[in-house]
């Protein structure tokens, strides 16, 4: 070990991002806390890096568990630089058609699942005086279309917080960034992904809307490349708070804020009416 190397606590490694990104730490001489629920699919990154890599597993759910994970891997490593709260998956369903416990299952692991390791893993970066949280948002954590709405929801719920959460911890010298991809070649809407019981009033809809999810889709990202991207804002000296992955995003986010700004300006006479 050099006195560059880092230590990661990654969650939901054994596949997409956390696994790509695992790897490409491993690669280059950095040690790994992987966590999964199935630590087996972990067992070939055990064999060919050794004690480079702790396999931990977890269901982000259990905070307790997550509380007891992160400590694992500080007490195994001595220290914590990056902190990757990658655990999440997809829910696809009309917002009539989500039941509660769809809802309670999204925000369960997308919203308090990232919430509860970064609060494990607070005191100690704090204690330290450095470290890195990276939250694994989406371009779905800016904007908005139909049929995601519960995974927006916990997505731009994850934005908020960490916002926060960077202006909270600046002065112990803790980095937060928001990765926000567009659309990866992943299993993100395949076996990984959760469907709401659908209505049959919204199947017209439904169809067109599908159609225009493949047509944006049509060229995904390779999550292999994105290994490189998260190296590079890992080592950033000023890591950004939020930042793309994809070249999606950056045009739709521009669009979508453009047309905020227009309708606030357009609106803003009752603005001001409300201010009395």
Known sequence: MTDNTKTWFITGASRGFGREWSVAALERGDRVAATARDVSSLDDLVEKYGDAILPIELDVNDRAADFAAVKTAHDHFGQLDIVINNAGFGHF??????????????????????????????????????????QVSS????????????????????????????QEVADFGIKVTLVEPGGFSTDWSGDSAKRSDELAAYDDFREKTNKLRASRNAEPGDPTASAKAIL????????????????APLDIAKKDYASRIETWEKWN????????
């Open 93 to 134: 369903g009309f917002i009539e058609e989500i039941s509660e416990s769809d809802a309670r299952a999204q925000l369960e692991t997308n919203l308090f699942g990232a919430l509860w390791v970064t609060q494990a893993a607070l005191p100690f970066l704090r204690e330290q005086g450095s470290g890195h949280i990276i």
């Open 139 to 166: 371009i779905g954590g800016t904007s908005a279309s139909p049929i995601v709405g519960i995974y927006h929801a916990s997505k731009w719920a994850l934005e908020g917080f960490s916002q926060s959460l960077a």
């Open 232 to 247: 590079r804002v890992v080592d950033a000296e000023e890591p950004p708070l939020r930042v793309f992955f994809g070249a």
């Open 269 to 276: 006479d009752v603005s001001l009416l409300a201010q009395g």
